[in-house]
């Protein structure tokens, strides 16, 4: 997968822009604020519909004039062949997203088109950080190549946000309170099992992924990584212990049992990461993470994730960087977007490692 253009009007601080790039190597240069960021902000949104730092979408257009009904933002690409995409919001049509001209009755079939792997600073939170990172992180993963799993994940979470807003509830008598919840119990079975399920048979191949990516980059044999499933509901068992705890969902007015209160602890040497492993080993597990999601999507959907590295020379030190420049320039992976404040420091080691690049240089939302 390469994404051969980029337009962005009225998107976040850039005006009108047009980018064309290269299919293995883009870097993207400037201070900091000039909009080297929102450039993969952008690609990220392109093929998830969402900017990747949860932004509204009206909030997204340039100078946030989105109390005018008639201001909007667009976001054009080109891939591979002879494939366009656009999503455009307004506050008067809202957001809608086009595939060679023709829209989707939901922007949730577009997903898995433009696969995606990305790396922002904020990503580090998937080792330091609570259990939803990491669950968003395995579900973004899974449903990049598994529609049948987006649906499901989909309805389950609509299900859940239902059944804990009747949860909160205090006016409904117990009688009518109990009747919905079975209701809701009874919705929430066949996506719950399946959704439990497909994370494990996710996990079972992912970690030889993330091992294999974790001992090149960190250069430590002797260092084990992996990644377990806390469950708190087998599938077989799924009705039965949500039947169970309903009594103490309604005394703590939250689901307590589900998909939805997984978690997936990182261990190094079989030490919770969370608070044993060091910034280096922090470091090198988020990267080992990121580049097993890329060959599991690949292998999955056959074709090359786009990669992002927004600020990746400050995250890791030299040896690092060198071990994973050398392995992003094996012809495994494809097309690469990466951000700096320093054109010299990305050029030399892209020009050292003889990597096919294309330099931009940003200033104040505008390519120079």
């Not at 919001?89 to 001209?101: D, E, L, M, P, Q």
């Not at 859940?160 to 209701?183: C, G, T, V």
Request: hydrophobic residues 35%; glycine residues 4%.
């Amino acid at each position: 997968m390469e994404l051969l253009s980029l337009k962005l009007i009225h998107f976040k601080n850039y005006r009108n822009a047009e980018f064309s790039f290269n299919p293995y190597l883009n870097l993207i240069t400037g201070n900091n604020g000039m909009g080297k960021t929102n450039i993969l902000d952008a690609i990220y949104y392109l093929a998830f519909g969402k900017s990747y730092y949860s932004i509204p979408d009206k909030k997204l257009i340039r100078f946030d004039d989105f109390e005018d009904r008639n201001s909007f933002h667009r976001v054009e690409g080109k891939v591979t062949g002879t494939e366009k995409y656009h999503f455009t919001y307004s506050g008067a049509r809202k957001k809608t997203v086009f595939r060679n001209n023709e829209p989707y009755e939901k922007i949730s079939d577009h997903i898995g088109n433009i696969p995606v792997v990305s790396i922002f600073p904020e990503d580090i939170a998937l080792v330091k950080g609570d259990s939803s990172l990491r669950r968003k992180f395995v579900d973004n993963t899974i449903s990049q190549s598994d529609r049948m799993y987006l649906n499901h994940l989909m309805y389950y979470n609509k299900i859940i946000k239902r059944k804990n807003e009747l949860l909160k509830q205090f006016s409904m008598n117990y009688r009518d309170k109990d009747i919905l919840l079975d209701k809701y119990d009874r919705e929430l079975k066949d996506p719950g099992e399946y959704i439990i399920i497909a994370r494990k048979q996710f996990l079972d191949e992912f970690n030889l992924f993330f091992q294999k990516y974790y001992r090149l980059i960190s250069g430590k044999m002797n260092e084990k990584v992996t990644i377990k499933h806390v469950r708190t509901v087998l599938p077989n068992e799924f009705s039965t212990i949500i039947f169970q705890t309903r009594q103490e969902d309604i005394r703590k007015k939250r689901s307590t049992m589900g998909p939805h209160r997984e978690d997936f602890r990182i261990y190094i040497n079989e030490k919770y990461a969370k608070y044993f492993a060091s910034q280096g080993q922090q470091k090198s597990i988020l990267f080992a993470l990121k580049l097993a999601q890329f060959e599991y999507i690949k292998r999955i959907l056959q074709k090359k994730p786009i990669l992002l590295l927004d600020d990746f020379f400050e995250k890791l030190d030299e040896n690092r960087i060198v071990n994973l420049m050398q392995l992003l320039k094996d012809s495994f992976f494809g097309q690469i977007f990466v951000t700096d404040t320093d054109p010299k420091r990305m050029e030399g080691i892209a020009q050292k490692l003889g990597f096919d690049f294309t330099t931009f240089t940003i200033e104040e939302g505008q390519l120079i």
